[in-house]
Structures are given as structure tokens and as C-alpha cells.
């Protein structure tokens, strides 16, 4: 069998001032491996191509974030239709689910598209060895988000078991049939990969890129760091936390992170994340889309179609809606709540309502970085530290509001705080699940149109979802989850 990948012309279109390097397609084709990786444009092509996996409307592009949040704790159903996602929201998929075996495709279709250029990079004359190095460094970003995806989705809570079976650990190419007979690798050895990826990412990556689109949008050093500090934190390493925020968060107010042409730091109107440029300082990392339809999420697949437009689900009246933030009035974060013809309080993050959709989606800001320090620092007992990174995360959508005494008075105290600031400050964003699962908490019953979804404890065999029944016919050393 020819070796052939898929090969999307992925370039970056250099045009007017105020549309500078916005990323556009060619269509994708399938050429040769010789040729995919024969010139210096060819190579960036593919490379830019792991990020357009990324962009999959199963994955982060789209459904991807929505899965998570239907099977958290904040949102109700409001259609009972397979194709929205009633069995992910009802806690009762089964591994024949195309949404069970499309997320787990789309994610080990970038690991391998990312393993194959790593190969050819390691091996290139084409280009320099530092260009190269700095290719190698994206495959090895991309392979370990999508890793860290994967295993929070279809293995048991590294808390919860490390020694249980992960994932196939795949770090060499396949490019011809027969060849994906792999065993599962146990959790801990596959968190041990993706932060061999991240810390050898780290070295080899930018500092920055030449435009705001191309930082928010590619990897870089610091979004490696960033990305650490959300790993590790799942891990329970609060020290490690401490020691990869500090790399990109300074000691003292205002806490930002500056290098080069490059600054990362809050933004001071909390509504502009998710709207105008979406390249604002606290986009360490987002998911991208031009000015053009070929990259758009169909309608079921879109986050404003699914939060807002349709709604296909609405926010629990019952669930961190109803923290005074979201009804005080000082609280920015407010005014990204409405009300729907039903009556029903949906989420405004996302608010391009018609196709095409073209929301960034937010993967990794700044915000979050600031609350995983400050988890981390309260529970190695910096409640000072903690504090004041708390302070600032809620200080920029509400200058006045200062946290009770009693919210930040002890080491448990603080700790219960930063979680309902995560839930108010991430809401909508996929983060809910994680928190839930990292600490290896029940998933809550919850309402919604379509009926009731029962609570789901840590040791249901529904807490994860079951490994693909795609993968079981052709992986045949692949064990099913319990």
C-alpha cells in the first residue's frame, strides 16, 4: 500500500493591515509522502495542518467542549435528539456512539499526523535544523494536548487510579494498513509522555510570532507552560504548579507575562475575549476561524448554536447561574447571560448566532493560569499568594468587590472559592468536567427539558466513556473499559 497522507493546504494569507496572516484552506487532497514534505512551503503546510485537526467540529472546533459541559453539572437539555447530544447529557452513551468514536478519531488522527512530521522533521534536509526543531516542537505541543484530551475523556481520573489502563501510546507514524495493534498504557505513563512533550515543546518553541493572530494561534513557549500548569494541577503537583506559573506570571500585582513583543496578562474588559480580535492579551491559545465558511462548524456542532441560538442546552437555574456575580450587577461576567423565548438563562460567550460560525474558541487563557496558581499555592499553604491571584481574576470583572473574610479565611475556605470562581469565570468553556473529575467528585443529577440525568459516581462505569467500538474491531490487543 502507497504511503499517502492527508494533506490540507493550510496557509497563512498575508493580506490587508487589519486582516493580516488570517488562516485560510486550499482543498485537501491526498499526495505522496515524498512530495508532502519536498519543499520549505510544503513543510509549513503540514505543519500548520496539525493545528487545522485541532479545528475539527468534532473536537475543539466544535462538540468537543459542548460533550464536556452536557456531561458537567451546569447545563439542561432542551432536546431529547440523538444527533444534539441527549445520550452525552443523559450520562448513557455506549461505545458505539458516533460521538464516542468520532472525538477519539479525530484525536488520534492529529497524534499521527503529528508523529509523522516529527519522523520527517528528524530526518528533513529541506529546511534548517533550528526550523525543524521548531516544527518538531508543534507536533509534540499538538500530540500532547491531544493526549491530554483523550486520556481525561476515556480513561479513569489520574487521582482516582494512575496505574489503570489509559491509552495506546502511539509515538510512530503509521502510514499503511494492518499496523494499529496497540495495548492500552496505563494513565500514569501516558501523563509521563505528555509532559515529556510539553517540557521538550518548551525548549524548542518561540518565544512569540510576528502578529497577535499567529501568538494566539500557534504554539509558543509560554503556551507549552500554560498548558503544564493545567496538567499538572489534574495531576494533584501543585509544587510543579507553582514552579511552571512562575515562569509566566509575575510576583507581584499586575500579574502578566512579557517577553519580547509578547505580553500576556488579563484583559481589562472581560467582554472583548469573546469578541472584536480575539487576540487580546489573554489568549495564550485558541482555536481560529477565517473569514470564510470551508472552516466553519456546521450548525449542531457550533458552541453559539448550541449555548444560544438554538438553545440545544441552557443553564441550570439551579447550578453557578445563580451566584450573585451573574445577577449583582457590578460583575461583567453578567452581562454574558441572557434569557431565552422560553424563559430559560443561556450563555452569551459565543453570540455568532447564523452561519457561518466563527467564534474563536477560547482553548487556554490567561485567567486560567492565574486560578491554577492560585490553587495550587493555597494548598501548599500560600493562602497570601492565593489570594491575591484570586483577587485579580475577580477584580477584573468587579473593581470593587472584595471576597468575605470568611470565603478566604483558611486553607479549605480558599480553596472552596477559587472552585466557584473557575465555575463562573470558565463557564461554558469545557473546564467544569475536569475540575469535577481531577478531585474525582460525583457528577451531579441534573434537569432539563428532556428529563432528569441521574448522578454518576467516580466508580460507575459511565464516569469515563467506554473506548470506541472503532477501535476495538481494529485494535485487537485493545481492552475495553470495565
Known amino acids: 500500500m502507497k504511503k499517502y497522507i492527508l494533506l490540507c493546504w493550510f496557509i497563512l494569507l498575508f493580506t490587508s493591515a487589519c486582516n493580516d496572516d488570517l488562516l485560510d484552506t486550499r482543498p485537501e487532497t491526498s499526495i505522496p509522502e515524498s512530495v508532502a514534505f519536498s519543499t520549505p512551503e510544503k513543510i509549513l503546510a503540514q505543519t500548520n495542518n496539525l493545528y487545522k485537526q485541532l479545528q475539527n467540529q468534532s473536537f475543539y472546533g466544535g462538540r468537543f467542549i459542548v460533550f464536556n459541559?452536557?456531561?458537567?453539572?451546569?447545563?439542561?437539555?432542551?432536546?431529547?435528539?440523538?444527533?444534539?447530544?441527549?445520550?452525552?447529557?443523559?450520562?448513557?452513551v455506549a461505545s458505539t456512539n458516533d460521538f464516542v468514536n468520532n472525538v477519539w478519531s479525530v484525536g488520534y488522527t492529529a497524534i499521527n499526523a503529528s508523529n509523522i512530521l516529527i519522523s520527517k522533521m528528524n530526518e528533513t534536509t529541506v529546511i534548517s535544523n533550528d526550523l525543524a526543531k521548531?516544527?518538531?516542537?508543534?507536533?509534540?505541543?499538538?500530540?500532547?494536548?491531544?493526549?491530554?484530551?483523550?486520556?481525561?475523556?476515556?480513561?479513569?481520573?489520574?487521582?482516582?487510579?494512575?496505574?489503570?489502563?489509559?491509552?495506546?501510546?502511539?509515538?510512530?507514524?503509521i502510514t499503511t494498513s494492518g499496523n494499529n495493534d496497540l495495548a492500552r498504557s496505563s494513565v500514569e505513563m501516558v501523563y509521563t509522555q505528555i509532559l515529556k512533550d510539553l517540557d521538550e515543546a518548551e525548549t524548542d518553541l518561540p518565544v512569540s510570532y510576528a502578529t497577535p493572530l499567529l501568538n494566539t494561534s500557534r504554539a509558543k513557549k509560554c503556551t507549552a507552560i500554560a498548558l503544564k500548569t493545567r496538567v499538572l494541577l489534574v495531576q494533584n503537583n501543585f509544587d510543579a504548579v507553582i514552579t511552571e506559573s512562575k515562569k509566566i506570571v509575575s510576583a507581584t500585582m499586575p500579574f502578566q507575562y512579557t517577553e519580547g513583543n509578547l505580553t500576556h496578562k488579563l484583559e481589562t474588559n472581560f467582554a472583548t475575549i469573546f469578541g472584536g480580535s480575539y487576540t487580546g492579551t489573554e489568549a495564550i491559545f485558541s482555536i481560529p476561524f477565517a473569514n470564510s465558511s470551508?472552516?466553519?462548524?456546521?450548525?449542531?456542532?457550533?458552541?453559539?448554536?448550541?449555548?444560544?441560538?438554538?438553545?440545544?442546552?441552557?443553564?441550570?437555574?439551579?447550578?453557578i447561574v445563580s451566584n450573585p456575580a451573574f445577577n449583582s450587577g457590578t460583575d461583567a461576567r453578567s452581562t454574558l447571560i441572557g434569557t431565552s423565548s422560553a424563559n430559560q438563562k443561556v450563555l452569551k460567550k459565543f453570540n455568532i448566532t447564523t452561519a457561518p460560525f466563527r467564534d474563536y474558541v477560547p482553548v487556554i487563557r490567561y485567567a486560567e493560569v492565574l486560578l491554577n496558581y492560585a490553587e495550587a499555592a493555597a494548598y501548599t499553604d500560600d493562602l497570601a499568594t492565593s489570594t491575591a491571584l484570586l483577587q485579580a481574576v475577580r477584580n477584573r470583572s468587579d473593581a470593587s468587590y472584595v471576597f468575605p473574610a470568611n470565603d478566604i479565611a483558611t486553607k479549605e475556605a480558599?480553596?472552596?472559592?477559587?472552585?466557584?470562581?473557575r465555575d463562573i469565570e470558565f463557564l461554558g468553556e469545557g473546564i467544569r468536567l475536569m475540575d469535577l473529575q481531577r478531585k474525582v467528585q460525583t457528577l451531579p443529577a441534573k434537569k432539563g427539558s428532556i428529563g432528569t440525568a441521574p448522578l454518576v459516581l467516580p466508580t460507575s462505569s459511565n464516569y469515563i466513556w467506554p473506548i470506541p467500538s472503532g477501535e476495538i474491531a481494529t485494535n485487537h490487543l485493545m481492552v475495553p473499559n470495565p
Open 134 to 173: 521548531k516544527y518538531i516542537a508543534e507536533a509534540k505541543f499538538i500530540r500532547a494536548f491531544c493526549y491530554f484530551s483523550l486520556i481525561q475523556t476515556y480513561a479513569k481520573p489520574y487521582n482516582q487510579d494512575k496505574n489503570a489502563l489509559g491509552l495506546p501510546l502511539r509515538l510512530t507514524p
Open 69 to 92: 459541559e452536557q456531561r458537567a453539572d451546569q447545563f439542561g437539555q432542551n432536546d431529547g435528539n440523538a444527533a444534539t447530544g441527549s445520550a452525552v447529557w443523559n450520562q448513557n
Open 294 to 319: 470551508i472552516e466553519t462548524p456546521s450548525a449542531q456542532y457550533a458552541l453559539a448554536y448550541n449555548y444560544l441560538a438554538q438553545p440545544i442546552i441552557f443553564l441550570a437555574a439551579e447550578g
Open 414 to 421: 480558599l480553596i472552596t472559592t477559587i472552585q466557584k470562581e
